[in-house]
């Protein structure tokens, strides 16, 4: 039972490597991100009160996203599944496709866009605590300014995301120097800090992440 964190800036690609690399590794992706999207796109009392945070490209309330996060924890239920998707966590917890899945099962995780306050990672540290589990890694996507700037505006043209404009990417940015970076440093003392190299393209920055990948996994 692995716990990956995939960290990087607004337009780093982490949401692509990560749905590529629960595909490749059979891991549960959880992407925070999405799971306040669909919050927002099905107008629940949660997607409320956070649509205008979102839409100025503010971070929401860390209670907010480490609640979503322990209860898809608990249920194993990705945010690129659609619907429960049995055989996908059969895999995730190393199981083969016909062994019946235990009553809480035990899935490797990818953890795409969260944790991205100091705050945050404390509080992961309290749920891994409570439910056995341990972080394996966080690995870092490191794409220069500029080129971020580049990309998100690039996905701006094709996306349907309404934080994809101007002034919220700006904010964005912000948002990320401001509260997101020290993740890093936080992660960095702790020793289980890994970065690579992102300004590529999806191909290669895959190729790297799928070394660190298989030396985590011991799949070498
Ligand atoms: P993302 O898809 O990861 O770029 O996230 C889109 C938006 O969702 C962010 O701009 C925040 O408003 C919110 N969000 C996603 N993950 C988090 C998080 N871990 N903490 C706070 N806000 C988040």
Redesign the pocket.
């Known amino acids: 039972m692995k716990n990956i964190v995939l960290f990087g800036a ?1 337009g780093a690609g ?2 692509t490597q990560a749905s590529l690399l629960a595909e490749k590794y059979d891991l549960i992706h959880l ?4 799971m ?2 669909k919050e927002v796109a099905q107008d629940t009392p949660l997607g409320r009160r ?1 649509k205008d ?2 839409l100025r ?6 209670d ?2 480490v609640n979503l996060i322990a209860k898809a924890i608990d249920t194993g239920r990705g945010t690129t599944m659609d619907e429960w998707d049995e055989i996908r966590l059969r895999r995730a917890c190393g199981l083969a496709d016909n062994e019946p899945l235990p009553e809480k099962p035990q899935p490797s995780i990818i953890y ?6 100091v705050q ?1 990672c404390q509080m992961l540290e309290f749920i891994f605590r409570q439910k056995e589990r341990k972080l394996d890694a966080v690995i870092s996507i490191d794409v220069p300014q500029e080129e971020l700037v580049r990309r998100i505006h690039e996905r701006a043209l094709v996306s349907n ?1 309404s ?1 994809d404009t101007e002034e919220v990417i700006r904010h ?1 940015l912000e ?1 990320y120097e401001d509260k997101t970076r020290p993740v890093l440093d936080y992660y960095k003392v702790s020793g289980r800090l890994i970065s690579i190299d992102g300004s590529g393209e999806i191909s290669e920055t895959n190729g790297r992440l799928c070394k660190v990948m298989d030396a985590l996994l011991e799949r070498n």
């Open positions: 607004p982490k949401g992407s925070t991100g999405e306040l999207r956070v945070i979102m490209g503010d971070l929401v309330g860390d907010i996203v795409d866009g969260f944790p991205r306050t945050q995301r934080d964005r948002e």
